[in-house]
């Protein structure tokens, strides 16, 4: 009787050490995968912050009022449908 319940205290001990092991590592990983979305908007606000300053550059002063009214038909027009 006393072999099962030290084999049972070291199974125990095992199957724990495992759960921690495999929270630990999912936790690491939820970080890493934060760390990249992190770096993803920032690639992205940076990108669509590149494409303004070139729409600006190509079109001058008379293509940003357009474009800005554009958008702003877009922006009612979608906000309608949803």
């Known amino acids: 009787m006393c072999t099962f319940v030290v084999l049972n205290l070291f199974i125990a001990v095992v199957v724990r050490a495992m759960e921690d092991d495999e929270a630990e590592h999912a936790q690491q990983l939820h970080q890493a995968q934060r760390e990249a979305n992190t770096l993803l908007l920032r690639e992205i606000t940076a990108l669509r912050a590149e494409i303004e300053a070139l ?3 190509l079109s001058g002063p008379q293509g940003r009022a357009a474009r800005r009214t554009r958008l ?3 922006s009612r ?6």
Not at 77 to 82: F, G, T
């Open 55 to 57: 729409r600006d550059q």
């Open 72 to 74: 702003s038909r877009v």
């Open 77 to 82: 027009s979608s906000s309608r449908v949803h």
